[in-house]
């Protein structure tokens, strides 16, 4: 199952949430400033990026600059406890699944969670085939609109 977190206000999950339902793509949206974020849940997180806070922790947010915090030496814990006490020092939207993880809105790199029964999918597919709802329909309004 996709994870989607969000925050109102924020462009990119918008665009993300869209292109999601486009193609009917289920997920599952977590707003990070009305579901608080479990300890589990941010030790996930973290693991699954690839270079750690700097994945998922914007240090140019306004708490960290006007604190001067130095997130590079919390200890997990202290960092954990920082996050959820201030979730709007995590970038957004986050995207992840069981494969893959995602920071960012990115037209092209959000394709890895189209699932894998609908990418060999050809592109002149019609209504008989079993991905048109997932991604037929949605190449057929693209090249509509292209026109």
């Known amino acids: 199952m996709i994870v989607v977190y969000t925050s109102p206000g924020c462009s990119g999950c918008r665009k993300v949430k869209q292109w999601l339902k486009d193609r009917n793509i289920p997920f599952v949206e977590k707003n990070i400033f009305k579901v608080l974020l ?12 690839e270079n750690g806070t700097d994945d998922i922790v914007s240090k140019r947010s306004k708490i960290i600059q006007e604190n001067k915090i130095d997130i590079d030496e919390m200890s997990t814990d202290e960092l954990i406890g920082f996050i959820k006490a201030n979730p709007s020092v995590l970038k957004r939207p986050i995207i992840l699944d069981e494969k893959s993880f995602q920071v960012g809105y990115d ?13 060999g999918v050809s592109d002149c597919c019609d209504g008989g085939c079993p991905g048109w709802d997932g991604c037929g329909l949605v190449r057929a309004t693209e090249e509509i609109k292209k026109q």
Do not use: G, Y
């Open 38 to 49: 479990n300890d589990t849940e941010i030790k996930h997180l973290l693991m699954r990026s």
């Open 107 to 119: 037209s092209e790199e959000v394709s890895m969670f189209v699932p894998e029964a609908l990418r």
